[in-house]
């Protein structure tokens, strides 16, 4: 199982309106603050050094960390959808680093339990009964050092966007692009 950690900074900006310039936005430099303002349910917990660990060593485990407040991404009368973007760092480091850990995803959920998800491969968003419904509303982008081939993953070492299941909406190997747009390839898994 892969312990996962968040360090340094996490960062949202969401325009809450495509077209105006209100703008909610929130910043972590850390955890350090002994009652940081995240929700942490199961296994997740913040270390004495203020990193955000969402599991550890034990195999099948899940944990989550979600900002606490509902945060609306659609416009109920206009019908449009907010746009957002962020910065975070993290490191899984996985028992076995050949085999992966799984990995985690940064999402969007209609509330802060998803109490009845599973770990593994579901990283603890949804379950083998409701994976794929459409009533889920979860949007989630998802890095992952696991080959699945229930969800049909490209590779084991990849980012995919899902909404509303894990057989992702878009996938890439994993990787990232410097200032003058040049790719270079990432490994998740340590």
Aim: hydrophobic share 35%; proline share 5%.
């Amino acid at each position: 199982m892969a312990t996962l950690f968040f360090f340094l900074i996490l960062s949202l900006s969401l325009y809450t309106s495509p077209s105006s310039s209100q703008l909610e936005e929130f910043t972590y430099t850390g955890f350090h603050h002994p009652k940081p303002n995240l929700t942490l349910n199961d296994a997740a917990l913040i270390r004495k050094s203020g990193v955000l660990q969402l599991t550890n060593e034990t195999s099948r485990l899940k944990g989550h960390a979600f900002y606490p407040s509902p945060i609306q991404f659609k416009n109920s009368t206009t019908k449009t959808v907010s746009s957002f973007s962020t910065c975070f760092a993290f490191s899984i480091h996985p028992e076995y680093p050949k085999l992966g850990g799984h990995g985690f995803a940064f999402t969007f959920a209609p509330d802060d339990q998803l109490s009845s998800s599973l770990p593994s491969q579901y990283l603890g968003l949804v379950n083998s009964s409701d994976a794929g419904n459409f009533s889920n509303h979860i949007f989630a982008v998802e890095f992952y050092t696991v080959q699945d081939f229930e969800f049909g993953d490209i590779n084991d070492n990849h980012i995919d966007i899902d909404v509303n299941s894990l057989a992702s909406n878009a996938s890439a190997s994993a990787a990232y692009f410097t200032s003058d747009s040049v790719k270079h390839d990432l490994n998740l898994k340590g």
